[in-house]
């Protein structure tokens, strides 16, 4: 099989999104080529039989050059190659600009997205596409019709516990991700200073990201105003963000991490750290299925402080081994639904069922 896959972002050292190499090189595993044409492009790594083409973002080309610049690309390997099928990762504009050229070449195309937005690009990409996959159901905000639920593909080789790693003494509440306000990290703050109040034992919140467009600095300006009236300086530390590799430490070396985004915002961050062993503490209604016999004790309201509070206090008062097991059944349960192999495997049986139709 000869795919063509479009992707956002395609940099192993992109902090939210180099996760996207990874995909492409479990699917390199199992296809003949991969022709990869990204929005924007950075260090790139990936197997032989994988070739990118960037539009240009990286460069600073401007919407409509990008556009003749995806075009120069797409009917380049058309011309080139014989592609059997199209994967569309994240980009559902992507796959509104190809599918005309694509179906009079008899290419069906298959588009992933993840998101609450519903948004005019996307219906038209779902009107396109042979085939929508999304990671849980409730990231998909649009109809069910053609909608294939295939998990979030976490490398659990890469993110798994560590004996050689050992939490501090000091309990460690860990948090990652961009600082935007839909991350609420607020709500963590709040809870972080009611903590304070009925806990007696040391701990430590660690948020680590950066801002993800201009806009974010005046949320961590405020941020970092809310902890110093809460007289929170010595229990919250901010930490820039990491690079891929260093995320296994930290998620080892963590007492608890907690997830703050609302239903329809699935970060795999939280399912990394599942992967590593540790409880998860979130907001979102779509991990109850993944939290399974756990999630009346790991899953709060999101924006309620109080709740959160609970809930970390109940984790906290657990011995280390008590901890350990239920980490090691998320564990469990990230690998059996949302492993890389898994998510890889399903998408090469979805491009071959699209083949067919």
Same mark, same amino acid.
């Given at each position: 099989?000869?795919?063509?896959?479009?992707n956002?972002?395609?940099?192993?050292?992109?902090?939210?999104?180099?996760?996207?190499?990874?995909w492409?090189?479990a699917?390199?595993?199992?296809?003949?080529?991969?022709?990869?044409i990204?929005?924007?492009?950075?260090?790139?790594?990936?197997?032989?039989?994988v070739?990118?083409?960037?539009?240009?973002?990286?460069?600073?080309y401007?919407?409509?050059?990008?556009?003749?610049?995806?075009y120069r690309?797409?009917?380049?390997?058309?011309r080139?190659d014989?592609?059997?099928v199209?994967?569309?990762?994240?980009?559902?504009?992507?796959?509104?600009?190809?599918?005309?050229?694509?179906?009079?070449?008899?290419?069906?195309?298959?588009?992933w997205?993840?998101?609450?937005?519903?948004?005019?690009?996307?219906?038209?990409?779902?009107?396109?596409?042979?085939?929508?996959?999304?990671?849980?159901?409730?990231?998909?905000?649009?109809?069910?019709?053609?909608l294939?639920?295939?998990?979030?593909?976490?490398?659990?080789?890469v993110?798994?516990?560590d004996?050689?790693?050992s939490?501090?003494?000091?309990?460690?509440?860990?948090c990652?991700?961009?600082?935007?306000p839909?991350?609420?990290h607020v709500?963590?703050?709040?809870?972080? +200073?009611?903590?304070?109040?009925c +806990?007696?034992?040391?701990?430590?919140?660690?948020?680590?990201?950066?801002?993800?467009v201009p806009?974010?600095?005046?949320?961590?300006?405020?941020?970092?105003?809310?902890?110093?009236?809460l007289?929170?300086?010595?229990?919250?530390h901010?930490?820039?963000?990491?690079?891929?590799?260093?995320?296994?430490?930290?998620?080892?070396s963590?007492?608890?991490?907690?997830n703050?985004?609302?239903?329809g915002f699935?970060?795999?961050?939280?399912?990394?750290?599942?992967?590593?062993?540790?409880?998860?503490?979130?907001a979102?209604?779509?991990?109850?299925?993944?939290?399974?016999?756990?999630?009346?004790?790991l899953?709060?309201?999101?924006?309620?402080?109080?709740?959160?509070?609970?809930?970390?206090?109940?984790?906290?008062?657990?011995?280390?081994t008590?901890?350990?097991?239920?980490?090691?059944?998320?564990?469990?349960?990230?690998?059996?639904?949302?492993?890389?192999d898994t998510?890889?495997?399903?998408?090469?049986g979805?491009f071959?069922?699209v083949?067919?139709?």
């Amino acid at each position: 099989m000869r795919l063509l896959l479009f992707n956002l972002v395609t940099d192993v050292d992109d902090p939210i999104l180099g996760f996207t190499t990874d995909w492409i090189s479990a699917l390199a595993e199992r296809v003949e080529f991969i022709h990869v044409i990204t929005m924007r492009a950075g260090h790139v790594e990936v197997p032989d039989n994988v070739r990118v083409y960037s539009v240009g973002k990286e460069k600073g080309y401007s919407e409509p050059w990008r556009a003749i610049e995806f075009y120069r690309h797409l009917f380049r390997i058309l011309r080139e190659d014989r592609i059997n099928v199209c994967f569309s990762h994240m980009i559902p504009i992507f796959t509104v600009l190809a599918a005309p050229v694509l179906r009079a070449k008899r290419i069906p195309i298959v588009t992933w997205y993840a998101h609450p937005s519903l948004t005019r690009t996307l219906r038209f990409a779902h009107r396109l596409s042979g085939r929508m996959v999304t990671g849980i159901a409730a990231s998909y905000p649009y109809k069910r019709d053609k909608l294939i639920v295939i998990g979030h593909g976490i490398d659990t080789g890469v993110f798994s516990p560590d004996g050689r790693v050992s939490a501090e003494h000091t309990a460690t509440i860990l948090c990652f991700g961009r600082l935007s306000p839909v991350k609420d990290h607020v709500t963590l703050l709040r809870a972080a +200073w009611l903590l304070r109040q009925c +806990w007696t034992g040391p701990f430590r919140i660690v948020i680590i990201g950066g801002p993800a467009v201009p806009q974010d600095k005046s949320y961590i300006e405020s941020l970092y105003k809310q902890v110093k009236e809460l007289r929170l300086e010595h229990t919250v530390h901010f930490e820039p963000p990491v690079p891929k590799e260093s995320l296994p430490f930290w998620y080892r070396s963590c007492t608890v991490y907690v997830n703050l985004t609302p239903a329809g915002f699935v970060d795999k961050v939280a399912l990394q750290a599942m992967s590593c062993g540790k409880p998860s503490v979130v907001a979102n209604e779509g991990f109850r299925e993944t939290l399974g016999n756990y999630a009346s004790r790991l899953l709060f309201h999101h924006g309620d402080a109080v709740d959160l509070a609970n809930r970390l206090v109940g984790l906290l008062a657990l011995s280390e081994t008590d901890r350990d097991r239920i980490g090691l059944y998320l564990r469990e349960r990230v690998i059996r639904m949302h492993s890389l192999d898994t998510l890889a495997a399903k998408l090469v049986g979805i491009f071959q069922s699209v083949r067919d139709l």
